[in-house]
């Protein structure tokens, strides 16, 4: 069936009648806008108004119009929203999605559509894999492509043994078995915790320390990452077992982690400091814009969703009814990415370097991430030979 899905989706592509190009460029947006995480779904907003910002607020000629929808972080939530936008607003893209669960909730309705989906976040196994679609890009990574970069760099620090604490959901499942896929140590222990809800770490930290294994690998990201971080150094284990981290430590969540954040690595394909031309500008431009923010990943994936969408409309000259050329250009990657230059898999995921990151104070004495290291060079997930697509 799962193969199916993706047959029906490429025969659409190819034998679908030519739908009718408007005068304006529709995108919807579906990302978190309420609740404790709405600074993630606001950051991604920041980050795509400033990249409209610097294309004049036009792809080839034409006007953009962007229409928001809040997920409220709930899969039932963003696939209703997901509908309004293909059924009602009949936008020409759909970009965003923070949370696995959310965009495999929506994720049929895009592709049984015809209408092209950009995850600038999410980045579930399924997609990489047996769901991957003609009409589905993503502009983040797999999951897995992160921790696993942060399993390669804790070999390389010799450490011989691990316990793995991540919330229960499809993102936290596959966090824990990027890390696994490379960690050569022992894997003492993994817990799962209620997402999103549980905010409490204590029974957690307490088998972690029990475990006696030597350190800690953690996902967690906006407040649980908060949340996870302060609990972790009352418990007083950051003299103990060193923690390793994916997406818990970021710009975000720095203001409130303080100090506790220094000292705890962290990977990523993108920091703030990478020396490319249009990420220097990037930066600069979205602190003015922002006054007192910082971009984060978050920011910058959704910030090349909105290049790599002007990227197809320019190369059909507007007219987004040529689905196949726009697929065609989009396999490219032909844009100038803040991350530098990657290119797409066959399941239209980014083969990408992985950097290490690490918190430092800047001249200003704020807290900031650094590039240190590059842990792994042009990386493709481990699931792109499940994809139909070739």
Partial sequence: MKTSFWLAGAAALLFSSTAFAGDTIKIGFVSTFSGPTAVIGNDMRNSFELALDHLGRKMNGKPVEVIYEDDQQKPDVGKQKTEKLVQSDKVDFIVGYIWSNVLLASLKTAVDSQTFLISANAGPSQLAGELCSPYVFSTSWQNDQTPAAMGLYMNQKGVKSVFLIGPNYAAGKDMLAGLKSTFKGQIVGEEYTVWPSQLD??????????????????????????????????????????????????????????????????????????PNEQNKTFVADYRKKYTGLRPTYYGAQAYDAAQLI?????????????????????????????????????????????????????????????????????????????????
Avoid at 208 to 235: C, D, H, K, T, W
Wanted: charged residues 25%; glycine residues 6%; hydrophobic residues 40%.
């Fill in 201 to 274: 770490f204590s029974a957690e930290l307490s088998k972690a320390r029990a475990s006696g294994a030597e350190s800690i690998f953690v996902f967690y990201p906006g407040a649980a990452g908060v949340q996870f971080l302060n609990q972790y150094v009352q418990a007083g284990l950051k003299e103990k077992m060193p923690l390793y981290t994916a997406f818990t430590v970021d710009e975000l969540s720095l203001p409130l982690q303080k100090d506790n954040a220094i000292g705890v690595p962290g990977a990523q394909e993108w920091v703030n400091d990478l």
């Fill in 310 to 390: 002007n990227s197809a409309v320019v190369a059909v000259k507007g007219d987004t009814s040529k689905k196949d050329a726009m697929k065609a250009e989009m396999e490219k990657a032909n844009f100038k990415s803040l991350r530098g230059a990657f290119k797409f898999g066959n399941n239209h995921i980014p083969i990408q370097s992985f950097y290490l990151q690490d918190v430092v104070k800047d001249a200003d004495g704020q807290l900031s991430l650094k590039t240190v290291a590059t842990i792994v060079e042009n990386d493709q997930d481990r699931f792109h030979d499940k994809c139909p697509m070739k």
